[in-house]
């Protein structure tokens, strides 16, 4: 039995567990062997691990500070498979992000100012950089907040989450075949796709193409999953983020379909005005619909959003001050692109909340380098 540190934080609409790199090296056993047995992710219920059972609830990151001169934080995120012995790590979460700026102000990884406390956060898994900028009046990392986000009613200490020139960031382009528009072929037949990497790279399809307005619910849109997991593989093909012989992955590139803005009710009943947002929205997180969407998606789709001949722009709602109200079943996400120095892409800012629930010694059933 392996005992390992951890702190469970919730970042925006996921709850991520958060370990030291040291500590982990420390155990002596690989990271995916580790992460497996701690969540117990070959029970689709995790029912003898720390994992929630759900895509939003079964993650990771593993962080360190950085020596790098512009970077407090490195992490390396983790996807830990529900029912699925696999640990995914070619992707990003925006979510997690928000956790782990968090967990630095409050474990000595950046020195706090007194005011405002801006993370500098590397992600090691894609290359992506992004900031958190946490609040820290008199130099005091805060345990409660009163920001709020889409998905949760739960209150949390307010991350302002920016992704920085979050374009081409896993392909070196941000439409990695050159196309604003592309086709594919699925159990639906041949479709129109957006291939876009920004934040994540991301296929969207308009939701019409499957018969749907994009704002309908978690169970209605859930009969489309199967159709987009297909679609979902051929887009990694199409963008080079896999070769024929690779393994499927449920992670990348992240998938949806996108709509005209139409009044539609969210999760918990809330009527949303067409007025109110600038883009529906529906994606897919492995092998579910996404609660409310995460943040690598968000970041992806307001920046097809603003290239003209993609789907995204084709019926997104145009805002003149860089921002995109983004209609999810959650409610109403807002993205705003800041301009970036010459030659980087725009920056962009979200809003998220953040909160710690729990520090723990986790025990870890590994025997021999494998889960027990």
């Known amino acids: 039995m392996l005992r390992l540190q951890g702190e469970m934080i919730r970042g925006g609409t996921s709850k991520c567990w958060i370990f030291d790199h040291h500590e982990v090296v420390a155990t002596g056993v690989d990271a995916d062997t580790l992460l497996l047995a701690a969540y117990n992710a070959a029970d689709p219920r995790q029912i003898d691990g720390v994992g929630g059972a759900s895509s939003t ?7 360190q500070a950085s020596t ?20 995914e790590w070619a992707s990003n979460c925006g979510n997690c992000a928000t956790a782990v ?11 706090l100012t007194s005011d405002s406390t801006t993370v500098r956060m590397l992600n090691v898994n894609t290359g992506a950089r992004l900031s958190g900028t946490i609040p820290t009046p008199g130099r005091a990392a805060p345990d409660a907040g009163t920001a709020r986000v889409p998905g949760t009613a739960a209150l949390g200490v307010p991350v302002l989450l920016g992704f920085e020139d979050p374009a081409g960031t896993s ?21 129109e796709v957006s291939l876009v990497d920004a934040g994540a790279p991301a296929a969207l399809f308009e939701a019409k193409a499957f018969g749907l307005d994009g704002t309908e619910s978690l169970a209605a849109f859930a009969s ?8 979902r593989r051929q887009a990694a093909l ?5 070769e024929e012989t690779d393994p499927v992955s449920h992670a990348v590139p992240k998938v949806g379909v996108v709509a005209r803005p139409v009044a539609y009710r969210t999760t918990d009943g809330t009527l949303v005005p067409q007025d109110e947002y600038d883009l529906a929205v529906r994606m897919v997180s492995m092998h579910a ?41 959650a409610g109403v996400i807002t993205a705003r692109a800041v301009p970036a120095a010459e030659g980087a892409s725009p920056t962009v800012l979200l809003h998220r909340a953040a909160r710690r629930i729990a520090r723990a010694e986790l025990l870890v059933p590994v025997l021999e380098g494998r889960p027990a």
């Not at 609830?57 to 962080?63: G, H, Q």
């Not at 700026?101 to 020195?111: I, S």
């Open 289 to 329: 619909p996404h609660p409310a969407i995460g943040l690598t998606s968000a970041v992806a789709v307001a920046t097809a959003a603003a290239i003209p001949g993609t789907l995204a722009h084709r019926v997104a709602r145009q805002t003149a001050d860089g921002t995109l109200r983004l209609g999810t079943p």
């Open 171 to 191: 392909t070196g382009r941000v439409l990695p075949t050159g196309h604003a528009l592309d086709t594919l072929t699925g159990s639906i037949g041949t479709v």
């Open 101 to 111: 700026a968090l967990y630095a102000v409050h474990n000595g990884l950046v020195p």
């Open 224 to 231: 489309t999953v199967p159709a987009l997991t297909v679609l």
């Open 57 to 63: 609830t079964s993650k990771a990151a593993i962080v």
């Open 238 to 242: 199409a963008m080079g983020l896999a």
């Open 68 to 87: 790098k001169p512009d970077v407090d934080v490195e992490y390396a995120f983790a996807q830990v498979g529900i029912g699925d012995e696999r640990v």
